[in-house]
């Protein structure tokens, strides 16, 4: 096979990764999978993506399918360390990080390129509902939303590097998922059907103080309930089991739902208040990385998204050194400290960073 211009596809197991190297093939490019082995589970189920034996076995299925070569990267310490232990100790100090968004800086647009690279490809490619392209306007390359809103993933792709982004394909940018799967089985892949990953995939049951606390040696320690003037009103289990516009398991009486609003590592607090008082219109973003842009210097009138799957607001971004500061025209539900806050102009993903406190 010609060593030039090959493109590697990251094969999670699943139906869109492998309907991604479906269509490569049928434009005639060079290609070949790869599955990152990122988590061992003692018991792993076959729907989760993070490289589990079952899903890895799927992904080399795909690939003799497709007669193409299949490579297998076993990523698990960078995974443990960039990802895992990123994600505990964000909730050791209160926040509500993000683990999708670490996994590609890190691992699928950081070390799987570098490994590609090293093995003689040119070009990654993965199933994310996203499109890439070289704008003109900009004078750089941008990273866009999927063709459908349901399905868009840009929000977790907004820390890609320009380097990056030139090296990558999103196949199923313009794609629904019903095609994706009828594509599957019109070539007999044996994930035509397999459902898709829900949640965080190294914690399938939901449960992150478990998590936190089997797998990562976290310590669940109670501490008081706060309402919003500083007095204690119940017992908490611990931070690790509250995220903030949580309403279920709180477990306090009052004539009002209650909802968690902020979270205190230092003095192991949880405040809690009424559905109103979770609505925001100011906060700030750290460790920004632009797409559009190499820096931004003034205001940016633009879109934002707290939420993966979250409403886009109209807002002003006004830069300040290191830190964006972010008014929204309209407040915003649980706005939380660590989750990202990505910025939009149309199609088009500005760029993205970390939401903190002001």
Known sequence: ???????????????????????????????????????????????????????????????????IDFYTFDFTGLFRAQVIDRFADGYARGLTPNPCVDCNRHLKFGRLLA?????????????????????????????????????????????????????????????????????????????????DS???????????????????????VPGDFLDKSGRAIGRHRGILYYTVGQRRGLGISADRRLYVLRKDAAHNTVTVGYEEDLLCTRFAVRAVNWIAWERVTLPVRCRVRTRYHGVETPATLTPDGDIVHVELDAPQRAVSPGQAAVFYDGDIVLGGGTICEE
């Open 1 to 67: 096979m010609n060593q030039q211009n090959r493109i590697l596809v990251a094969l999670s197991g699943g139906v869109d990764s492998a309907v991604t190297a479906v269509l490569l093939r049928a434009q005639g490019a060079s290609v070949a999978g790869a599955t990152m082995k990122l988590y061992a589970p003692a018991s792993g189920a076959s729907d989760r993506p993070c490289g589990t034996e079952d899903n890895i076995a799927d992904a080399r299925r795909v690939c003799d399918a497709l007669g």
């Open 115 to 195: 490994q590609a690279r090293a093995e003689g490809f040119d070009t990654i490619a993965t199933g994310h509902y996203a499109r890439v392209e070289y704008s003109a306007a900009y004078g750089r390359w941008v990273l866009k939303k999927g063709a459908v809103p349901s399905k868009d993933q840009s929000y977790v792709l907004y820390s890609m590097t320009q380097d990056e982004l030139a090296h990558t394909r999103f196949p199923l940018g313009g794609y629904k998922k019903e095609d994706i799967r009828a594509i599957a089985e019109a070539h007999g892949l044996v994930n035509a059907r397999k459902k």
């Open 198 to 220: 829900q949640d965080i995939c190294f914690i399938p049951d939901g449960d992150h103080g478990k998590f936190l606390c089997e797998h990562c040696g976290l310590s669940a």
